[in-house]
């Protein structure tokens, strides 16, 4: 079965400073893996995705994530945080068998101090 | 576009009573899920629908809840009876094909109170 662990419910940084948010799956073949952000009140928009086309993907509003098999993980990262990075941000892993279920992890909180 | 749209935004009712959250996938999308968002369980897939079809409702909690897509651009979730603990926020998606690397396009979301 498949799993994804977001490591860190809350996570502060200031602004300027690297955000880096843990993902870790599990999963008997690499699955499809996604970051989704999720700003109060609203539901959740897609950050980026890996499809295996490539190991370093880059998303929206400067983040990136890196796909690393040996370590089974998904890490979320953008060099320099803003006021407006302030959100909810998740985790999700997609099998690769076409069930179109996706798996989310429980989320972690990111808080961003001027 | 405008979106994967719901209705209501909030709705606040008392125990007992019938809720109906209701949702409009994006023009086109052949697939639409239902999810539940609480702070003790996390995001939850509740249903999905392929084309108007249910493909699997293992994720419905229990005989209270049921969901229909009577056609491509409407779906609704019924709760009855409501009970408190079906206090979330719930959400519905929508996804354009089968490709399993397609985007879930999320909605706003229905704040549920069940006082």
């Known amino acids: 079965a498949q799993s994804v662990t977001q490591l860190g419910s809350h996570v502060s940084v200031s602004e300027g400073a690297l955000v880096l948010l843990r993902c870790n799956y599990s999963s008997s073949v690499p699955p499809y893996l996604f970051w989704y952000v999720q700003y109060p009140n609203q539901g959740l928009q897609l950050l980026l995705k890996y499809t295996s086309a490539a190991t370093l993907v880059k998303g929206i509003n400067g983040f990136e994530a890196e796909f690393k098999k040996s370590e089974t993980s998904f890490h979320l990262t953008k060099l320099s945080a803003h006021m407006s990075d302030a959100a909810e941000y998740f985790c999700a892993v997609s099998s690769r068998s076409g069930t179109y279920k996706y798996i989310f992890g429980t989320g972690t909180r990111l808080k961003v101090l001027a | ?115």
């Open chain 2, 1 to 115: 576009d405008a979106g994967v749209i719901q209705s209501p935004r909030h709705e606040v009712t008392e125990m007992g009573q019938e809720v109906t959250l209701r949702c409009k996938p994006i023009s086109g999308h052949d697939y639409l899920f239902w999810y539940r968002q609480t702070m003790m369980r996390g995001l939850e897939l509740l249903i999905y629908f392929n084309n108007n079809v249910p493909i699997d409702d293992s994720g419905m909690p229990e005989d209270r809840f049921s969901a229909k897509m009577p056609n491509a651009s409407f779906s609704t979730l019924k709760i009855q009876p409501s009970e408190p603990r079906d206090s979330a926020v719930y959400f519905c998606a929508s996804k354009p094909s089968a490709v399993s690397t397609d985007t879930q396009y999320f909605g706003p979301g229905t704040r549920l109170t069940v006082l």
